[in-house]
């Protein structure tokens, strides 16, 4: 090729800019576009909250995290493992700490100080962002079609990567429109679907008025033979929280086979059924039943609340019965919530319709990398590690195609 290849990103988030300046320092034109008006914008929301970037955990438990590992996601693991995304994060001036619970944050604690020490450095790179520019087109021959501002933009390319993430955050650019534009390509797709989001419960109004936006801490969640521990807050339509976007899958799933789900909470999972009958058995007898599991369990009001919700009437007296009860409060889920209210995607470009690196069979040089793909992760830092992760290995396999030099080899730990 006698001139630099150029490439085109489609999509300003994780994705998109990590790959974008992997080739870009590789030797390729890059530019990338997107229909917002401002880069990083999903990031820079989740940054608010911290910015779990990865984790800690060993190489198994970390890739047993993922609902399905199909042999692309878990080589694009191992060549781009946390430690790697740390060094990246640590080059940018944003070094990285690891927090009580396993989790990896920037020490700034916050998604702004990196985006522009990154945008910085893609800048620096040549990267060209084009925003306000929605793709309408993908050529036969090669290239995109885009409708920007000014209207419809041919922009052709050697080669391209579709990094235009879930379904989960319209308003933050995410609304899953490219699905039609694939399908009607031949892609093969697996729905979308929400993930990480909350549940549906048929709460009685007074419950949801008096309890939503109040937590109920250190409880621990069943269903289906698995179970997460944690905190959960009480909403007006149900229920959110870490332990709930744990099992929200198996919730998810097994609404969609069965029509229904049952949840079980244990208000109390560091005592077992006998010791909180004991304490229970020895409160004062004037004592009100509230009072008694406030004194002898410290049961919040919610959660008391809810001991009573889901019992639908009074409460056993007996301790034998009332520890039961708190051991395994039984919930109906009726629903969870929409896409749109989720914090991520399940579903996307099926595995089977990419070549290695992430091409299109269908669409010979155009890539697809991170919440577009069909694979599931909770929250705790697996959902960036692997966003990054698909990038790194589309990416590579771009710079194959194009004669370009690999990018450098990713540093292991695992």
């Not at 990590?18 to 576009?33: M, P, S």
């Not at 109004?205 to 939503?212: G, H, S, T, Y």
Request: aromatic share 6%.
């Amino acid at each position: 090729m006698t001139r630099p290849p150029a490439v085109i990103v489609v999509g300003a988030g994780p994705a998109g800019l990590f790959a974008a300046e992997r080739l870009a320092a590789a030797g390729a034109v890059v530019t990338v576009c997107d229909r917002m008006p401002s880069p990083a914008r999903k990031l820079l929301l989740a940054g608010r909250g911290g910015l779990n970037l990865t984790h800690s955990e060993p190489r198994a438990a970390f890739r047993a995290r993922y609902a399905t590992l199909p042999p692309h996601l878990a080589a694009a693991l191992d060549a781009f493992p946390p430690s790697a995304l740390r060094a990246w994060a640590a080059g940018l001036g944003e070094h990285t700490f690891v927090g009580t619970s396993g989790r990896v944050f920037p020490q700034a604690f916050k998604a702004s100080p990196l985006v522009r020490a990154w945008l910085a450095r893609l800048a620096r790179l040549g990267v060209s962002l084009v925003m306000r520019h929605r793709l309408v087109g993908i050529a036969a021959a090669g290239g995109l079609t885009f409708e920007g501002p000014q209207g419809r933009v041919d922009m052709p390319c050697d080669a391209a990567l579709l990094a235009l993430g879930g379904a989960s955050w319209p308003r933050m650019g995410s609304d899953g429109s490219w699905t039609s534009l694939l399908e009607a390509r031949g892609i093969a797709l697996t729905a979308l679907r929400p993930s990480n989001m909350g549940i549906e419960m048929a709460w009685t109004a007074d419950f949801a008025r008096r309890f939503a936006g109040q937590p109920l801490k250190s409880v621990a969640l069943h269903i289906d033979g698995r179970s997460a521990h944690g905190e959960v807050m009480i909403t007006a339509q149900g229920l959110e929280g870490g332990a709930i976007y744990a099992l929200s899958a198996v919730i998810r799933e097994s609404l969609a086979a069965q029509g229904s789900a049952r949840l079980c909470l244990d208000l109390k999972p560091d005592l077992d059924g006998a010791a909180i009958a004991r304490r229970l058995a020895g409160a004062r007898p004037k004592d009100s039943l509230s009072a008694t599991l406030r004194k002898s369990l410290s049961l919040s009001a919610q959660a008391v609340a809810l001991l009573r919700e889901a019992a639908g009437g009074p409460l056993p007296r007996d301790p034998v019965a009332l520890a039961a009860r708190i051991k395994d409060v039984a919930l109906p889920v009726t629903g969870v919530r929409p896409l749109d209210r989720a914090i991520s995607t399940a579903g996307g470009v099926r595995f089977d319709a990419l070549r290695e690196g992430f091409e299109l069979a269908r669409l010979p040089g155009i890539f697809v990398a991170g919440e577009m793909l069909d694979w599931e992760a909770p929250t705790g830092g697996y959902l960036l590690q692997a966003t990054f992760a698909t990038a790194a290995a589309a990416a590579a396999a771009m710079a194959t195609r194009l004669g370009l030099p690999p990018p450098v080899r990713d540093s292991e730990g695992w």
